[in-house]
């Protein structure tokens, strides 16, 4: 692994982790966050749990309005009717009583009395709430409730509340402080002989069967007696306030409920804890270790995400769509049996994820592209540059060796015509012929190297791989040398003589790469074989051509016909290399190409009857500049296809 790729990987690395950190810290303690967390969670709650039967355990002897307008006063509850409460539930064969009421308070000493010796002397198991908080109950009423409750009945009152909004969410387990005896749940349990969590338990609320039944049998508490016993036979029974104003507690149901169920009474809160206990449902949330793991799942698709680099767009939209569609598979997965997923926090941790790794990373990126499309985009087709961005590893910035296929273009006479023109009409003429030219290189993805006064060098298979160069660099010729005979048409008929654009192509090892002093440098190449392919393009002057091509050409391209010119030995070299002029399907079909494919093979085995063949030829074709050529060479004593040439 290379020391950039892994900086890049160590970088990605340290954003993915201190974004789940960061997201699950952040969610957990910030107040707007949990918040968010709380509201997503209870929307579940409310809306998409599965229905469940009714409890068939625990039934509620509810203390109604209806009750208490039977009394002379409302607060506190009358003592006589709940002795005779009590003792009508032992009666019908109750299994547990629990009463969520705070004795606190004196009222008539009679009734106080009874009930006192009630609660004394029952024999179905029964506990009471109880509360030394000094938030609820002053010395005078803390010291009345411990003379008026046996300690051995006692069980706190205390609900969970969430300090962020006051939602109950909780069932404490009591017995955290001095004198607080164990929670009411906590203690139901106990008396009925089953195991007891002292830990705090995230309520799994009981969700109702139906819209028209609650998940708990509610009865009056003062038409109890007129019930059939069997309703009440070895149940639990607690029995508590539903009064409109007394004993009320947010709950998660309040996001979408504003009935019982969003401001419910103690007593039923109660039961949905004892409730989740016996029925062993665990906790609807995840705990925090699986919040880390969420939000590091979560942090992985972002890196995975940033790892496209298809910019701040695609990165935007591609979490868009992996938020919703977490977000919908977290709240309907919930009703078949899902637990709460963290929603808020996960997405807190891809979306930090992608910024972090934006932040740390984008700004080198983003010099990195600049330069690419500082360096390239003029040079080479848009696609190409699009290609260098997203793989930069195919710019190699030092020298590289590699296959090459070069273009040379050159306007025959262009020095001559310089002198001819005015400076301003020059420049438009020059400028009209290279963007034309340039054009028709970047379509075929070739990189225009530099201009030389008129004359363009372009390069094919760098700085991205073309595995057909040869091919790609051929067509392009063939065009550019179309394009350049309509402009000088064109301007020769508006007085202007511009001349014929000779092209020469050659492919072959050079080294490709930036070339330069430290303030100025190139993207260039090296290497004999571009001085082979600039003479390339020299030599058609000689032959009457305008595109020579070499034998790497040719025998690299196999949809082009081409014409042999000959085994040429150019200057300052020893060897020959064959050239060739590529011609199109119909000029390849013609009588002239069959007759002059025949004459080539007697001069290239020096055929003594080649002379005459070729004078024959000329005969036919005077104006083919190959065939005059070749007839120039005979007249000359020359009966071979090997051309030796004196200059450049």
Known sequence: M???????????????????????????????????????????????????????????????????????????????????????LEKKGAKLIGVDILFDQPTEKTKDDALQKVLNTMKVPTFVSYSNDPAIVNEDQLAYMNAFVPEPLRASAHLGSDAFDGTVRWTLPGADKP???????????????????????????????????????????????????????NKIVLIGAVLSITDRHRTPMAVVYDDDRGSMPGVIVQAHSIAQYLEGRASPRLGFAWVLLTCLAMSLVGWMISLFKKGIVFNGVAAAIIIVLFWLGGMGGFTYGLPLLPLVAPTLSLALTIWMIDVLQGSAERKQRQFVQGAFSRYVSPAVVEH????????????????????????????????????????????????????????????????????????????????????????????????????RKKYNALDIPIGETRIGVHSGQAVIGNFGSSSRMDFTALGDTVNTAARTEGVNKYFGTRICCTQSVVD??????????GDVVLKGKLTGVGLYNPVDAKHAASELVRRYLDVYALL???????????????????????VRFHYERVQAGLNTNRVVMEDK
């Open 388 to 487: 260098l961005l997203e793989s930069p590893e195919n710019l190699n910035v030092s020298g590289q060796r590699r296959e090459l296929t070069f273009i040379f273009t050159d306007i025959a006479g262009f020095t001559t015509l310089s002198e001819k023109l005015t400076s301003e009409k020059l420049s438009d003429t020059l400028n009209a012929y290279l963007d034309g030219a340039c054009a028709i290189i970047l379509r075929y993805e070739g990189t225009v190297d530099k201009f030389i006064g008129d004359a363009i060098m372009s390069i094919f298979n760098a700085p991205v791989l073309q595995a057909d160069h040869v091919s790609r660099a051929v067509r392009c010729a063939l065009e550019l040398d179309a394009y350049a005979e309509d402009f």
């Open 2 to 88: 290379n020391a950039k790729l892994f900086k890049r990987l160590s970088t990605s690395l340290i954003a993915v982790v201190v974004a789940t950190l960061l997201a699950a810290y952040a969610t957990d303690t910030i107040s707007f966050l949990a918040g968010l967390e709380n509201t997503a969670g209870d929307i579940r709650i409310a809306a998409l749990q599965a229905p469940q039967p009714q409890s068939k355990e625990i039934v509620i002897a509810a203390i109604t309005e209806e009750t208490v307008t039977q009394f002379a006063y409302r607060s506190p509850v009358d003592r006589k009717f709940l002795a005779d409460l009590l003792h009508a």
């Open 556 to 565: 690299q391209c196999k949809d082009v016909q081409f014409l042999p010119i």
């Open 179 to 233: 004198g607080l005896p164990m929670g009411f749940a906590r203690k139901a349990l106990a008396m009925l002989g089953k195991p007891q969590p002292a830990v705090q338990t995230e309520i799994n609320w009981k969700p109702q069967p139906d819209a028209d039944t609650q998940p708990f049998p509610i009865y009056p508490a003062h038409a109890l007696a007129m019930l059939p016993d069997a309703w009440f036979a």
């Open 604 to 626: 290239k085995n020096e055929d003594p009857q080649a002379p005459d063949a070729v004078r024959q030829l000329y005969a036919d074709y005077p104006e083919d500049s190959l």
